[in-house]
């Protein structure tokens, strides 16, 4: 792992390499190369990262009046058949106790 002082120097010089470029610029450089190395991004730049685009993860559902659109992320084993707004707190908890014998309907 090396001396603490050691890994503060080495970090030192690597932000002082990576303050040379934008994010941008270190993107396109990196990508033609085989290296374990990606951008890290703000949680609100998700949506519109290409990747996250090509792949269709994310989507909007109109959440009703009052709410407006509500941003949802898809499962990777494809998009719901069915989109829909995710059930209010206690919304089908009779129902759901009722299949597993819990309560009678």
């Keep these: 792992m090396g ?5 503060a120097k080495t970090r030192a010089e690597l932000a002082a390499i ?10 396109v450089l990196l990508a033609k190369h085989d290296c374990c190395v ?17 792949r269709e993860v994310f989507f909007s559902l109109d959440g009703g009046p009052g709410i407006g659109p509500v941003m949802q992320v898809r499962t990777p ?14 919304e089908h908890t009779q129902e ?10």
């Design 3 to 7: 001396k603490p002082q050691d890994q």
């Design 18 to 27: 990576f303050a040379t470029k934008t994010c941008a610029e270190w993107d």
């Design 38 to 54: 990606e951008v890290v991004t703000e949680t609100s730049e998700l949506p519109a990262h290409p990747l996250h685009v090509a």
């Design 77 to 90: 084993l494809g998009m719901p058949r069915a989109p829909r707004f995710p059930p209010r707190h206690g």
């Design 96 to 105: 759901v106790l009722a299949e597993w014998g819990t309560v009678s309907t």
